[in-house]
């Protein structure tokens, strides 16, 4: 009997630690500051699978969240600061609770992070649902990243009517339209009638939003209202053995996706996986914009490649357009123009080919 008491203390006491270590380890006061050059370049959330903070992008730093994962985390979210970020910035939640980017060395404000909270911020934190906070001194969240999403949305996380994602490259755009419709379309080409993928919302009610919820459904409808479910994960469901995070992202391909990450508990080697659950399109020629002028799109491989229209070649200049952002092979093609051509008289000299098979015009 005694031993069993014992037990129960013991037990009690560490789930009182534990409770008392979550509530405080993840609230980051005023003053607390982060930089790339330093082992605190990021504040990390109580499960440690999602951070805030600088990641290496292009030949500096950018600000944003990332999902744990290997062999690299998934970016998240993006703060939105014009200027890239180099490894003497900081950010910092000033004394006087704004949450800013500073120029260590001229120790300057060059950017406001979380614009447009309601008050002060008297703390920050980073939340297990990948939700990136600022409190107010009661508590109560006065501004979140959920609230300003980038390419993806999370479980628990909604598109709301006049919200968008974009593309990390910034070439595609999924906008969630205030009434109620939702298109994909290339950013080129802001027009609904570009769009390439528009879901049937006709039952729907008019203040419609996109909901990706904490069991895995991403679903438009608006709360009490009609349902259309796009796409669910409900499989996942039940598996104790794993931490499950969902997560909907409008890929650089233009494609949005639904993905579920597992994370093994209690297994120091970390494991994740990471399947596509769904995706809005499956052939991606059917993409408007995939591919650039004069090049056109073709899926015999199964997935879309570009290629250019006989008698045009790439402009080799538009291959560095998305460097450092693999998986897009954007392509430009310019004609090849033979000297003789100009040369030779009036008039251009044209050539007659055979046509192309199977060709469907699309987008002009
Ligand atoms: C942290 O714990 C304290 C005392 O247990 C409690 O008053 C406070 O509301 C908790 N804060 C959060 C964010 O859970
Ligand atoms: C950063 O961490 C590494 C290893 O964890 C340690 O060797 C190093 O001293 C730390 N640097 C600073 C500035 O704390
Ligand atoms: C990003 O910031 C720029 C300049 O402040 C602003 O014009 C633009 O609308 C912002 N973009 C988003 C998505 O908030
Ligand atoms: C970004 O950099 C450009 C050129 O270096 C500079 O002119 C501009 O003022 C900077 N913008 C911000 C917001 O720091
Ligand atoms: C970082 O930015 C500051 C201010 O814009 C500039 O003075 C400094 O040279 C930059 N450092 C690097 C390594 O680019
Ligand atoms: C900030 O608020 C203003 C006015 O309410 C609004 O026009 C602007 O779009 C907001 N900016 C962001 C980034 O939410
Ligand atoms: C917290 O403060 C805000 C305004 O500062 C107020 O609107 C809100 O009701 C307060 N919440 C609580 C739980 O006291
Ligand atoms: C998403 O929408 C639902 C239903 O309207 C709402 O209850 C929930 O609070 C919203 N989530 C966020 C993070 O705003
Ligand atoms: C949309 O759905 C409604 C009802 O299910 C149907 O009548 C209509 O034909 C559909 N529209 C398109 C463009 O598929
Ligand atoms: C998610 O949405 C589905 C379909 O509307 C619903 O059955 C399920 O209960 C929701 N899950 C949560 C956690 O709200
Ligand atoms: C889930 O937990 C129950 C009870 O703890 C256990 O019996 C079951 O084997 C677990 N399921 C998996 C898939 O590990
Ligand atoms: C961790 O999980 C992976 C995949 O489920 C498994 O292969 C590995 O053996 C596990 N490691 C430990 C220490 O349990």
């Known amino acids: 009997m005694a031993l069993i008491t014992l037990f129960l203390l013991f037990a009690v006491l560490s789930?009182?630690?534990?409770?008392?270590?979550?509530?405080?380890?993840?609230?980051?006061?005023?003053?607390?500051s982060l930089s790339p050059k330093t082992?605190?370049?990021s504040?990390?959330?109580?499960?440690?699978?999602?951070?805030?903070?600088?990641?290496?992008?292009d030949n500096g730093f950018a600000v944003g969240i990332w999902l744990m994962g290997e062999?690299?985390?998934?970016?998240?979210?993006?703060?939105?600061?014009?200027?890239?970020?180099?490894?003497s910035d900081s950010v910092e939640l000033t004394k006087d609770g704004q949450l800013v980017l500073r120029n260590e060395k001229q120790m300057e404000v060059v950017a406001v992070i979380a614009k447009n909270a309601s008050e002060p911020a008297d703390s920050t934190s980073m939340l297990d649902s990948g939700n990136f906070v600022l409190y107010s001194k009661n508590r109560s969240v006065i501004w979140q990243s959920f609230d300003h999403p980038?390419?993806?949305?999370?479980?628990?996380?909604?598109?709301s009517q006049g919200q968008h994602l974009i593309s990390a490259n910034g070439d595609f755009i999924l906008n969630m339209q205030t009434d109620g419709k939702l298109f994909a379309y290339p950013v080129s080409h802001e027009r609904e009638n570009s769009a390439?993928?528009?879901?049937?919302?006709?039952?729907l009610d008019d203040d419609s939003q996109l909901t990706l919820n904490l069991t895995g459904f991403l679903c438009l409808g608006s709360y009490g209202g009609n349902i259309k479910v796009l796409a669910k994960s409900s499989n996942h469901l039940g598996r104790n053995t794993s931490l499950i995070i969902y997560r909907a992202t409008l890929d650089l391909d233009g494609i949005f996706r639904l993905y579920v990450h597992t994370f093994e508990k209690n297994n120091n080697t970390g494991f994740t996986s990471q399947i596509i659950v769904w995706q809005a399109i499956y052939?991606?020629?059917?993409?408007n914009g995939f591919c650039g002028m004069n090049s056109y799109c073709s899926d015999v491989s199964g997935?879309?490649?570009c290629k250019c229209y006989p008698g045009f070649r790439p402009i080799n200049g538009n291959k560095n357009k998305n460097k450092n952002k693999n998986k897009n092979i954007f392509l430009v093609c310019e004609q090849i123009i033979k000297n003789d051509c100009i040369t030779s008289g009036p008039g251009m000299l044209y050539s007659v080919r055979n046509p192309l098979q199977h060709m469907q015009w699309g987008l002009q």
Do not use: M
């Open 39 to 41: 082992n605190s370049s």
């Open 15 to 32: 789930l009182t630690e534990v409770g008392a270590q979550k509530n405080d380890s993840n609230i980051i006061a005023l003053g607390s």
């Open 150 to 159: 980038t390419d993806s949305i999370l479980g628990g996380q909604n598109l």
């Open 71 to 87: 062999p690299e985390g998934t970016i998240v979210w993006t703060a939105n600061i014009t200027n890239l970020s180099n490894s």
């Open 43 to 57: 504040w990390v959330s109580p499960s440690r699978l999602f951070s805030f903070g600088f990641y290496p992008h």
């Open 303 to 305: 997935k879309g490649e």
């Open 196 to 203: 390439y993928w528009d879901p049937n919302t006709s039952q």
């Open 283 to 287: 052939d991606q020629c059917q993409v």
